[in-house]
């Protein structure tokens, strides 16, 4: 242990920093999990001498890739990383162990790690060892970067995204089902982008039967497929589907409750048999499966019925949905089946509500308020 060093404020220094943090840890956005995205930089006499961010689950961490490349000049030096330091032994040894052997000074932490293996006790080592801790620097920016993780680390379960597109009025699809397409191409470039970040998309029957959607990722340079999930309680969709039909490197699980003898697909697809819920499947059931496969991020993609019961489940994190200025009228398919509540005043109500304009189509977040 050396000699306390001085007590560092968070300044506007600190913060440009974490920003060079932010942007390294934002590479491994949708590839780390089940483990968060995480960023690193070293700095020495106002330099970066180091840079480094968690690439994929099982590979050195931030803070280790960032020391190595920093070398012998970690030592003295600051480090600036987007998540408190780690003090546990998991697939990899402690970054907080590492930071001290590499004899750096202080260190700068944007958000704390609330699992249960770590919780404080990174930054805890560090300070007992005499190196400088500040803690929250730009925290608002590096909570976002990994808002699912941090659901999914607490709760044990996915966050779950809802996204969809609608018309002005609220339809998803037209009397027919018809859906191609709501919104305009700008929108559903975005859509494409969300799907090569999240670990997994899911849809209900009617709509794999309606739409037969490849649920792939569709970007210009390619893009990382997430693992498809359908819903089909009774295993009785046509083996026909795109969905079943292979041609993406990620599986495709269809999410059953039926006690019928296992049903024959092509490679590539896993059966997942759950309890039986109300309505089909046990949503937190099924949840709580794909949290144990690694699924941190989960985004629900449809149909009405789908999204009912997520809904209903108060198992919605998040909610994005694109209003494109058309009309589909008369008996369109809602964004939303079942009856709904009789009283606007129990309509479900977003809270932390963002617009924005993307091409033609207006993009609506936020989160359910809880009830
Ligand atoms: C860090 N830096 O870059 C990441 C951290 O199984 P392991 O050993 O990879 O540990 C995973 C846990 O470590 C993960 O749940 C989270 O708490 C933390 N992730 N920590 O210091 C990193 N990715
Ligand atoms: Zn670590």
């Known amino acids: 242990a050396s000699a306390r060093a001085p007590a560092p404020v968070a300044g506007a220094e600190a ?29 020495r006499d106002g330099r970066v001498v180091g840079r480094g961010h968690h690439a994929r689950a099982g590979g050195p961490h931030a803070e280790v890739v960032a020391l190595r490349a920093a070398g012998a000049l970690a030592r003295g030096a600051d480090v600036y990383t987007t998540l408190e330091p780690c003090d546990h032994f998991g697939k990899t040894p402690p970054c907080s162990v590492a930071l001290l052997e590499a004899g750096v000074r202080r260190v700068f932490v944007g958000s704390s790690d609330p699992n249960p293996l770590v919780n404080g006790r990174g930054m805890a080592r560090l300070r007992r060892h005499g190196v400088a801790v500040v803690k929250g620097v730009l925290r608002d920016a590096c909570d976002r970067l990994n808002a699912p993780w941090f ?123 759950c ?31 789908v999204h009912a019961r997520f809904l209903e489940a108060g198992l919605v994190d998040r909610v994005a949905v694109f209003v494109a200025p058309k009309i589909a009228g008369g008996d369109g398919v809602p964004l939303v089946a079942g009856r709904g509540p009789a009283r606007m005043a129990d309509a479900l109500r977003l809270e932390q509500v963002a617009f924005e304009r993307v091409g033609d189509d207006l993009l609506v977040t936020g989160v359910p308020a809880r009830r």
Do not use: C, Q
């Not at 913060?15 to 999990?33: D, K, P, Q, W």
């Not at 390619?222 to 490197?249: H, Q």
């Open 275 to 305: 309890r039986r819920g109300k309505g089909g499947v046990d949503l937190r059931d099924l949840l709580a499966k794909l949290a144990a496969r690694g699924v941190a991020h989960l985004l629900v993609e449809g149909g009405a019925h």
């Open 15 to 43: 913060e440009r920093f974490m920003r060079l943090a932010v942007r390294e840890a934002a590479r491994g956005l949708g590839r780390t999990s089940p483990n968060p995205a995480v960023g690193a930089v070293v700095v």
């Open 151 to 273: 659901t999914f680390i607490t709760e044990g379960r996915p966050f779950v995204t809802l996204k969809a597109a609608v018309t002005l009025d609220g339809r998803i699809a037209t009397r027919t089902g018809d859906a191609r397409w709501v919104s305009g191409e700008a929108a559903r470039a975005w859509v494409h982008r969300l799907r090569d970040r999240v670990d997994a998309v899911l849809v209900g029957a009617g709509t794999a039967r309606a739409d037969d959607p490849r649920l792939t990722t569709r970007l210009p340079r390619g893009g990382r497929d997430p693992i498809r999930v359908v819903l089909d309680s009774d295993l009785s969709l046509p083996r026909t589907l795109a969905l079943f039909r292979g041609g993406s490197p990620a599986p495709t699980l269809v999410a059953h409750a039926s006690a019928a003898p296992a049903r024959r697909y092509g490679p590539g697809v896993e059966l997942v048999r």
